[in-house]
């Protein structure tokens, strides 16, 4: 049976994460307990803000060391996905540094909006279980002024201006720059296939 | 590719969904819950939320009803009307709003806006404009348009508060045009391509749509990322289906 934690950094989509996993007949806790997060069978980092607050959270809840040395599936949404990296160029601010890359902010001009805001395809740049059913071209919901580049990390990108991360995978880290409890159909499938993911990560 | 968004939205008074003519004469639509299930069914790709009587009455927004939304929908949502703190803010983000829009409140206290986006972020952060012009040409603000015994114009140039909120943090801007509003003749396309000119933050049109041609105009005229409208999509005159179908036909992009 699924043990799904979420970890309480603050993040204000906590209650929209939470009421998607209950859509999906899972009952997530929110915890900031070192002991409840270890024992989860699954730990989704959601995180809407930004990043300095983000981390400072984690730090202040001693919640950093427990992130890094978590060895079953780990999803970080949007924020929480960003938070997974190096470095965010927002508030010039270190991070996890499980995902050896920095975000950087999009700039605006030429048409192009900051934040990114509203549905935008995806680009399957690599088959995963976290996909599994989510087809190129598929439409996510996005809200963010900064980004992750693409590398080996990226499992689909997106276009804004320039091609960036929208799903990663760095061993049992994944992150959805989208937000799947916001994408309708596609999130749900996202959140449904993380939920069945089982250790070892593939 | 990053589509265009179709925006129903929906005047919420004491708890029921109802639309009036040119922000006047309410008449009741339905349940909140089950015209946000509606129109997310129907493809809407987002929903906004207008208390329209929480800042006359100078009261925050009911929160009950956020949280029943935001169990059942999984698209985005925004929620508008009486939010004049970051407490305000917090508690209808935590309840499960996507996003908040401040109106009237930025406008007697603009720092608001400042510390909304430092307290979550500028993509949680709408302004409401509402728009009208004045006999001598220029647009200026209109404040508390939820209660026509209330609202008040103001000395404020509409362009000039748009650039100052972009400065302040706003992370998007609904431009509701009154003088368009509720006529179902078209968007104002004059005021909303002056508006765009200005805007580097997407913006959201308001007031006006009576025909999916003037969603296909202001998609293509004024650039705008958004149309939101309330009463042709309450009334069954525009499906949304129907509306998309259109719009792709026509080359704006648009979610399926």
Known sequence: ????????????????????????????????DADEIRAATHVILPGVGAAAPGMARLHDTGLVEVVRSLTQPV??????MQLLFEHSEEGDTPCLGLIPASLRRFVPGDGLRVPHMGWNSLRIDRPSPLL?????????????????PTGGWT???CDYGSTFSAVVQHRNFFGAQFHPERSAA???????????LRVPVQ | MLTRRIIPCLDVKDGKVVKGVRFRDHVEMGDIVDLAQRYRDEGADELVFYDITASPEQRSVDRDWVARVARVIDIPFCVAGGIRSVEDARAVL???????????????????????AGAFGVQCVVVGVDSL???????????????????????????????????????????NCMGSDGVRAGYDLEQLCAARALCKVPMIASGGA???????????????????????FHSGAIAIPVLKTFLRGENIPVRP
């Not at chain 2, 999916?212 to 042709?232: K, N, P, Q, T, Y």
């Open chain 1, 1 to 32: 049976m699924e043990n799904v934690v979420l970890i309480d950094a603050g993040g204000t989509n906590i209650g929209s994460v939470r009421y998607a996993l209950q859509r999906l007949g899972v009952d997530a806790p929110l915890s900031s």
């Open chain 1, 132 to 148: 599994a059913g989510i087809d190129t071209s598929a439409f996510a919901y996005f809200v963010h002024s900064y980004a992750a």
């Open chain 2, 210 to 232: 009576g025909a999916v041609e003037h969603f296909h105009e202001v998609f293509r005229i004024a650039d705008v990322d958004g149309a939101l409208a309330a009463s042709v």
């Open chain 1, 186 to 196: 596609v999130g749900a499938r996202l959140l449904q296939n993380f939920i069945g």
């Open chain 1, 155 to 157: 499992l689909a990108s």
């Open chain 1, 75 to 80: 999803l970080g949404v949007c924020l929480g």
């Open chain 2, 94 to 116: 935590h309840a499960g709003a996507d996003k908040v829009s401040v109106n009237s409140p930025a406008l007697e206290r603009p720092g608001l806006i400042d510390e909304l």
């Open chain 2, 133 to 175: 012009r004045d006999d001598d040409g220029e647009w200026r603000v209109r404040q508390y348009s939820g209660d026509p015994t209330r609202t008040r114009a103001l000395a404020r140039r509409t362009l000039a508060w748009i650039e100052e909120v972009q400065a302040r943090g706003a992370g998007e801007i609904v431009l």
